[in-house]
């Protein structure tokens, strides 16, 4: 059975399963959907996700479009190394960080992100474009999103609190990664791919909250996953300067 | 050893109770009363995790020393590692399907439904009781995003406007789980699963709090459903944990709303 992936850049959740698969070494055919270009809300992927959410999985007749649970069906349907721990606490534990990273994390550094670059990268198109393209989104949450993002509408009580979310995770990340090198434990796992796609960039985008002397174990373990040769793979699918940003995880020579 | 520190059997509470009485598992009680803010006064475990309250209120499981939280991943806990039946489907698509009904429905109805239970009953107890002890109580609360939602409770953020906007968002979800239930009796795949042990607690009080939205006319196979899974021996003796006569009145604050609107 052929396996089809919709998805944007290799970062946050369509990177979750580009990463994944690379790690399991199942090919896929890749439809790459501009998301600064509407295309997720478009009539030939609606067909495909109703939702009009990305990234979506087609796996023969099969078709997935929650992130998460997608990269444990991915481990689950296909041969190749498990990305899952043996035990299961160590289970639970992926599945507790990947939850805290999907559902406090993700959704603050998003808005922040959203902020700063979909925002502004949109607005560059004509404004009764921007909003019939808002009309076409289908789930209500998405358009409000989008409406806020395109029109630059996030309060900064919203964005203040976002940040402070931002460093608190971040903090508690690096508590947790100083118990452990991965984030299930011993072993490299989902956690980790889950983690690396919302966190590679942080050097960057929060150099105050996140560098080698205030979080030293989560920079080591960005950098460790960044040498793996799927996530090599995986980024050199990107074609803006957001996927780029992964560069900043090159250790420094003789440092 | 397995101890499960839990309130009243309802809403996230419950779901556990149901998972190890399928099972069925042998276990210690550690009986809290969650209105009376018994789980803020007594000596509880606490790790990094559970110290950060994802879900802001709901049960522990303590399984040899190992702090397991968040109602819906302690369902697969006590899946894997217990004996007995297995309750997360094998197929790895039904299994998708469960876990993408997990992050679904803790995301709606999780944020939803305890709003509409504490809007009814527990702002009334909580307003009957001594303020100064109540507002001291929920001030000592930490992180902060469990304490707002205690906060809500008190400060007037649930007036009948903001109630009707809670109740509006109830369509979508109700409207996935109507459509879904047209497949077949269970939410994943051909027998009853981990999907079915998270949704009915959050459903099964809806007649009451939303009786406008679920019903025998507008959500027939709902309204059926809730009615399969309460005839389950798993859920009598899960409710069998109750200590007042109405465990389905008994709420907490529940999951935050999405902060994007």
């Known amino acids: 059975m052929s396996v089809i992936l919709y998805h944007w850049e290799p970062n946050a959740n369509s990177g979750k399963p580009m990463l994944t698969l690379a790690e399991k070494g199942v090919a896929y055919e890749s439809r790459y959907l501009d998301l600064l270009q509407f295309d997720q809300h478009k009539p030939e992927y609606l067909a495909v996700n109703p939702d009009g959410t990305i990234p979506a999985m087609v796996h023969g007749s099969r078709v997935?479009?929650?992130?998460?649970?997608?990269?444990?069906?991915?481990?689950?349907?296909?041969?190749?190394?498990?990305?899952k721990p043996r035990g299961a606490e160590a289970r639970w534990r992926m599945r507790w960080w990947m939850r805290f990273f999907d559902a406090y994390f993700a959704p603050s550094l998003s808005m922040i992100g959203w902020s700063i670059f979909v925002g502004p990268a949109a607005r560059q198109r004509p404004q009764e474009e921007l909003k019939a393209a808002?009309?076409?989104?289908?789930?209500?949450?998405?358009?409000?999103?989008?409406?806020?993002?395109?029109?630059?509408e996030f309060s900064p009580a919203e964005l203040a609190e976002s940040k402070r979310r931002v460093t608190f995770a971040t903090h508690a990340l690096e508590q947790h990664l100083s118990r452990s090198p991965w984030i299930a434990g011993d072993t490299y796992s989902l956690?980790?791919?889950?983690?690396?796609?919302?966190?590679?960039?942080l050097p960057l985008s929060q150099p105050e909250n996140c560098n080698d002397s205030k979080t030293p174990h989560i920079m080591e373990w960005l950098r460790r996953i960044y040498e793996r040769p799927a996530a090599r793979e995986t980024w050199a699918k990107g074609r803006t300067q957001m996927a780029s940003r992964i560069k900043i995880l090159e250790r420094t020579p003789g440092a | 050893m397995l101890e499960l520190y839990t309130s009243e059997p309802n809403t996230f509470f419950?779901?556990?109770?149901?998972?190890?009485?399928?099972?069925?598992?042998?276990?210690?009680?550690?009986?809290?009363?969650?209105?009376?803010?018994?789980?803020?006064?007594g000596a509880f475990p606490s790790d990094l995790e559970s110290s950060l309250h994802l879900e802001?209120?709901?049960?522990?499981?303590?399984?040899?020393?190992?702090i397991?939280?968040?109602?819906?991943?302690?369902?697969?806990?006590?899946?894997?590692?217990?004996?007995?039946?297995?309750?997360?489907?094998?197929?790895?698509?039904?299994?998708?399907?469960?876990?993408?009904?997990?992050?679904?429905?803790?995301?709606?109805?999780?944020?939803?439904?305890?709003?509409?239970?504490?809007?009814?009953?527990?702002?009334?107890?909580?307003?009957?009781?001594?303020?100064?002890?109540?507002?001291?109580?929920?001030?000592?609360?930490?992180?902060?995003?469990?304490?707002?939602?205690?906060?809500?409770?008190?400060?007037?953020?649930?007036?009948?406007?903001?109630?009707?906007?809670?109740?509006?968002?109830?369509?979508?979800?109700?409207?996935?789980?109507?459509t879904a239930l047209n497949d077949g009796d269970w939410l994943a795949g051909p027998g009853f699963s981990i999907a079915d042990i998270d949704a009915y607690p959050m459903l099964c009080v809806l007649p009451d709090l939303a009786p406008a939205a679920v019903n025998p006319q507008t959500t027939p196979r709902i309204c059926d459903y809730i009615g399969r899974i309460a005839a389950r021996d798993s859920v009598r003796q899960a409710l069998s944990a109750a200590r007042t006569r109405h465990p389905e009145r008994q709420f907490v604050p529940g999951i935050e709303a999405s902060r994007w609107g």
Not at chain 2, 56 to 66: A, F, M, N, W
Not at chain 2, 70 to 86: D, R, T
Not at chain 2, 120 to 131: I, T, V
């Open chain 1, 64 to 83: 997935l479009t929650e992130s998460t649970p997608m990269m444990e069906y991915i481990d689950d349907a296909f041969e190749g190394p498990p990305l």
């Open chain 1, 134 to 152: 808002i009309e076409r989104i289908p789930l209500e949450s998405r358009r409000i999103a989008w409406r806020k993002a395109i029109f630059n």
């Open chain 1, 191 to 201: 956690g980790d791919i889950n983690g690396f796609n919302l966190g590679y960039a």
């Open chain 2, 14 to 41: 419950l779901k556990p109770l149901i998972a190890l009485a399928e099972k069925p598992v042998a276990f210690s009680m550690r009986y809290f009363d969650a209105a009376n803010f018994e789980q803020f006064a």
């Open chain 2, 56 to 66: 802001r209120e709901g049960p522990l499981l303590v399984h040899d020393g190992t």
């Open chain 2, 68 to 178: 397991i939280c968040n109602s819906f991943f302690m369902l697969e806990y006590i899946s894997e590692v217990l004996p007995g039946p297995s309750l997360v489907p094998a197929e790895p698509y039904d299994a998708y399907r469960a876990r993408a009904w997990g992050q679904y429905l803790g995301a709606h109805l999780g944020s939803i439904v305890p709003v509409l239970g504490a809007a009814k009953y527990l702002q009334p107890e909580l307003a009957a009781a001594d303020a100064a002890r109540v507002d001291q109580r929920i001030a000592a609360i930490e992180p902060i995003e469990r304490r707002v939602g205690w906060l809500a409770v008190r400060d007037g953020t649930y007036s009948p406007s903001y109630l009707d906007a809670v109740k509006e968002r109830l369509g979508a979800p109700l409207k996935r789980i109507e």
